[in-house]
């Protein structure tokens, strides 16, 4: 028999986006109600699909404190999902661990919740025969650090069988460590598919006789890079034999955070570039299917706009121009920040061959770029004057991005000397 679920994760039901400060009250409010918004997309994509059961990884909630709004839009949600016949089965995480405040007593049918103290098993069937067995336990609190991986272990029976577990698989430093666990662990355990939560990017696990998949969550919540891009759930297609065919990666998100680029090298002033970006966020509008933006836009290249950017004050009074004019738009566009990596137009080659000092600095910058293990003693030597350079150009560069501020280093140092010549 054919077997099709729909596993999702992480979705934070009502939380509120992080890092966006500046947000006017407008934009806020309707920016709120974009995870209660992906969670009625996921459930609509379940109905739609026809799956035979949906799994939830953990932290369904943003805090043990659930709101009474989240609650009740979860519950109408299952209700849905109930009438259409589908059973969902949902394990807590670290963020909302069983005994938080409840305000629903009663839940639809078809609807478990898993307990905290085992491993439990429901089966589903369909016309008399075993179509799945679905696993899970849910956290008994916030932190917990004991591998949960190892209390799993498949029993008897026909059909998929399934492992629903919020948890950290080799030591992800992106999320903390709670519930860790080895690939090992899941290999032992006998799943057919593990439906994991925890980390908010979508991952498929490089698992040997099982498939181990992070769905990432539903809805991205700030500018960070594990939140940004497409968010969703997995569509996942099998036998009752335990043979997944596949795993489908479904948006499902109302909003988006994007990062994205301009190339600034045919772009004459400011306004030329006020036009640009605005063109530029009407391009990602289409590309992201008509959804509510939030976007962080790198300027880069060289051209004549560099200098005008370069003007104290010019980036943060452009920024604000922008949110003015997209304001009143709905599907919200909203502008979280510009980050200004354009540079002088410079000739590299013609400096190399000068003979002065600026072609000493781009001859040492070029040495550093051939030798790694130069180039990282020198910024462990040096991190207190790396900080003196300009938040321009390491802004968003992770600590160990040698490279990308040796190359801002480099084109600081070329332009302050240009300058200094142009004033003798």
């Known amino acids: 028999m054919n077997v099709r679920f729909l596993h999702a994760a992480d979705l934070h039901l009502d939380t509120p986006f992080s890092g966006l400060s500046a947000l006017e009250p407008g934009v806020?409010?309707?920016?709120?109600?974009?995870?209660?918004?992906?969670?009625?997309?996921?459930?609509?994509?379940?109905?739609?699909?026809?799956?035979?059961?949906?799994?939830?990884?953990?932290?369904?909630?943003?805090?043990?404190?659930?709101?009474?709004r989240a609650q009740l839009r979860l519950a109408r949600g299952l209700e849905r999902l109930s009438a259409a016949g589908i059973s969902t089965f949902i394990a807590h995480g670290n963020h909302d661990p069983l005994g938080g405040y409840s305000a629903i007593r009663q839940w639809p049918a078809g609807v478990h919740i898993f307990g905290?103290?085992?491993?439990?098993?429901?089966?589903?069937?369909?016309?008399?025969?075993?179509?799945?067995?679905?696993?899970?336990?849910?956290?008994?609190?916030?932190?917990?650090?004991?591998?949960?991986?190892?209390?799993?272990?498949?029993?008897?029976?026909?059909?998929?069988?399934?492992?629903?577990?919020?948890?950290?698989?080799?030591?992800?430093g992106e999320h903390d460590a709670y519930s860790p666990c080895e690939l090992a662990d899941l290999e032992r355990a006998g799943m057919d598919y593990w439906a994991l939560g925890h980390i908010h990017r979508q991952t498929t696990l490089p698992a040997r006789g099982c498939w181990a998949v992070y769905s990432g969550n539903t809805q991205g919540r700030s500018p960070k890079p594990s939140e940004c891009g497409p968010k969703g759930v997995m569509i996942v297609e099998a036998d009752s034999a335990g043979g997944v065919r596949s795993a489908e990666h479904v948006p499902v998100d109302a909003a988006r955070f994007v990062h994205d680029e301009l190339d600034v090298a045919d772009v004459a002033d400011l306004s030329a570039l006020r036009a640009a970006l605005l063109e530029r966020a009407a391009a990602l509008r289409a590309e992201h299917d008509g959804r509510a933006l939030v976007i962080r836009m790198t300027l880069a290249g060289a051209g004549p706009v560099h200098a005008d950017v370069r003007r104290p004050g010019a980036m943060e009074e452009l920024l604000a121009e922008l949110r003015r004019e997209c304001e009143a738009e709905r599907p919200v566009l909203y502008w979280e920040g510009l980050l200004d990596r354009t540079r002088a137009a410079l000739a590299l080659d013609r400096i190399a061959e000068r003979g002065d000092f600026s072609a000493d600095v781009l001859a040492q910058a070029r040495l550093l770029s051939r030798d790694p293990e130069r180039l990282d003693e020198l910024m462990q030597a040096h991190t207190a004057e790396l900080k003196r350079i300009p938040a321009r150009w390491t802004r968003d560069l992770p600590p160990a991005d040698a490279q990308a501020i040796l190359d801002g280093a480099m084109w600081l140092a070329l332009e302050m000397l240009r300058e200094g010549e142009k004033t003798e």
């Not at 190892?150 to 698989?169: I, M």
Request: charged content about 25%; overall charge negative; glycine content about 14%.
């Open 116 to 172: 905290s103290e085992r491993v439990e098993r429901r089966t589903i069937e369909r016309d008399g025969r075993e179509l799945a067995h679905v696993y899970g336990v849910s956290y008994s609190q916030p932190a917990v650090r004991e591998n949960l991986a190892a209390g799993f272990s498949r029993e008897g029976g026909g059909g998929l069988h399934v492992g629903v577990l919020h948890c950290n698989v080799g030591g992800s």
């Open 28 to 68: 806020a409010s309707a920016l709120r109600d974009a995870s209660l918004a992906a969670w009625d997309n996921l459930v609509a994509l379940a109905v739609a699909r026809a799956v035979d059961f949906v799994v939830l990884a953990g932290d369904i909630y943003d805090g043990e404190d659930r709101g009474v």
